[in-house]
């Protein structure tokens, strides 16, 4: 539907110049001020879901970082593996930070030209599968990126069927091309080859390696560059004239793939090196589709019918149909546990019952937030949110305002509503992963369930002092609700508890963690196995 603009754009010849963007300068905006206000509802054409996954160390938390510095959602970057030791801001858990991998999802949110975009950063890693799963499940749209090196990998093939199974629309991303032996030619012809996508350039680069200076758009027929400290300011400006030819070529083929179906557009850059993440958020706005133009469905379960009906879900940003909403990830934290719910349909309002259609309970919602990876923000009732000087409390007027050892968190409360299309965090919930909760009206749906891959891998574990039994038992039992890949039990036999998940990476980081967060090192091991003895041949 998008891409006719982009057929007929392509059509017409190029576009109108725009004058080179001011970017940017380095100071945070008050762009929170205008994030939630209670003049009126942010209707479904001013929000974005999105995700970014792709294969390990293809450079998904860096491309995260730019685009909340460019949007203003950030005042100061920082890498992955940054000599200050601050790291990403998405890899909250310090041993993100210390490996330099994404362990656990984390979701953010941020504003671009007047739109609103909610991302969820995945891992990269196999074993950490059922992060990437549970956010494509609630997810409208996803950034497939790839390493320009390495191109289409084993982890981008799976990350691929996962985004087929939910139906999931994607923009790809080829990072990294100012590294050396960087080919987005090779990496395009994969997409074409391993994954059987009808794939085409959007841009194409001006120089590769370390001659990297910035994109050309084909679309619109102008390179772009990226001036500024940080990239901040974008420049355009007329095509050089040695890739003029090559440039004409990649736009007749881009016209050629267009016109056929299921096309799938690619944009280039090095999220690294600043360059090509501004004209992928315009992308996002353009090409991905907001929650009124993708279609979910609830099961309706019926006690004398063993069919199942599926009924579709009004994306209406109002009260006027029953709220349905779908549990796809828990986490707890300081404060208790932290349930995410995304909003299919209907008004979820704090102070409000809703039933839980797996165990038939009722509970009360205490709170509705928003999170930042590890952090909750505060706003006042007219959505102005700020951070108090010297870490002061505000007083009633704002809502929620804690304040730690040294660290100021703020918790928004979302004004105390959320709406169909909307991604938030309850408090105090006692449920599990892919439960659904509605209001008593339509008790009878439930949502499509989340794929969950069983366990490859199974070891022994158990507390190095046996005093710390309690610990471990109450970090098996959070880390099993967390996370329905990691299973857990008790072998009469040989006396031992038997931990399975998706590979050694998996099981190690839940014993570092349990010696982290419980103070109870764990010892891992084969399981041993009972030998059992039978006569084989009489006895005379």
């Keep these: 539907m998008r891409l006719l603009r982009v057929a007929a754009a392509l059509g017409r ?6 004058p080179a963007a001011l970017g940017w300068q380095g100071k945070q905006g008050n762009w929170k001020a205008c994030r939630w206000c209670s003049s009126g509802i942010v209707p479904n054409e001013k929000i974005r879901n999105i995700g970014i996954s792709a294969h390990i160390d293809s450079g ?3 491309l995260t970082e730019r685009v909340l510095y460019y949007t203003g959602r950030i005042a100061t970057m920082h890498e992955v593996k940054g000599k200050d030791g601050v790291g990403a801001v998405m890899d909250s858990m310090e041993l993100e930070r210390q490996r330099g991998i994404t362990i656990q999802s984390a979701a ?8 609103n975009i909610n991302i969820i950063d995945t891992p990269g890693h196999v074993d950490f599968t059922i992060e990437v799963e549970r956010a494509l499940r609630v997810l409208d749209g996803a950034i497939l990126v790839l390493c320009a090196v390495g191109g ?3 982890q981008t093939m799976t990350v691929n069927r996962q985004m087929k199974r ?10 990294k091309l100012d590294r050396m032996g960087s080919n987005p030619a090779r990496a395009l012809q994969q997409m074409r080859s391993k994954l059987n996508h009808n794939a085409a350039f959007v841009q194409m680069p001006i120089g590769l390696e370390g001659d990297f200076k910035g994109i050309i758009d084909l679309i619109e027929e102008r390179a772009i560059y990226f001036d500024g400290d940080f990239g901040q300011i974008v420049r355009y400006a007329e095509i050089p004239a040695e890739l003029r ?22 944009f280039l850059g090095s999220a690294l090196k600043n360059k090509g993440v501004q004209p992928l958020l315009d992308a996002v706005l353009e090409y991905l589709p907001n929650p009124s133009e993708v279609q979910n469905y609830a099961i309706l379960n019926q006690d004398d019918s063993k069919e199942k009906t599926k009924i579709l879900m009004n994306s209406q940003r109002d009260n006027s149909h029953p709220f349905v909403g779908l549990a796809f990830k828990l986490e707890a934290g300081r404060f208790g546990q932290l349930t995410y719910v995304r909003n299919y349909q209907g008004e979820l309002k704090k102070g ?16 509705l937030v928003r999170m930042h990876a590890d952090m909750m923000e505060a706003s006042t009732p007219l959505g102005h949110c700020f951070r108090p000087a010297g870490g002061a409390f505000l007083g009633s007027s704002v809502l929620g305002c804690v304040v730690t050892d040294s660290t100021l968190l703020w918790v928004k409360w979302l004004a105390g509503e959320v709406y169909a299309g909307d991604i938030c965090a309850l408090f105090g919930i006692d449920c599990a992963s892919g439960d659904t909760f509605t209001n008593k009206d339509n008790s009878g749906l439930s949502m499509e369930s989340i794929h969950v891959p069983e366990p490859v891998i199974s070891v022994a574990m158990k507390p190095s002092n046996k005093n710390d039994l309690e610990k471990f038992s109450k970090g098996i039992g959070r880390f099993t609700r967390e996370d329905p890949t990691f299973k857990v039990h008790f072998d009469a036999e040989s006396k031992e508890t038997i931990v399975s998940g998706m590979g050694e990476l998996h099981l190690e980081i839940y014993a570092q963690r349990m010696e982290r967060e419980y103070g ?6 084969k399981p041993r196995v009972a030998f059992r003895e039978t006569i084989t041949t009489p006895v005379p």
């Design 166 to 175: 939910y139906n999931v629309p994607f923009l790809t991303f080829i990072n």
């Design 108 to 115: 953010t949110y941020t504003m671009w030209k007047d739109i």
């Design 352 to 367: 409000n019952t809703i039933y839980n259609t797996r165990t038939g309970k009722k509970v009360r919602v205490q709170r």
């Design 245 to 266: 030819a090559a440039a004409a070529d990649h736009r007749q083929e881009l016209i050629e793939c267009v016109a056929n179906s299921d096309e799938q557009l690619v």
């Design 520 to 525: 109870c090192p764990c010892i891992i091991g």
């Design 13 to 18: 010849g190029p576009l109108p110049r725009v």
């Design 152 to 154: 289409v990998q084993c």
């Design 60 to 62: 998904k938390t860096t």
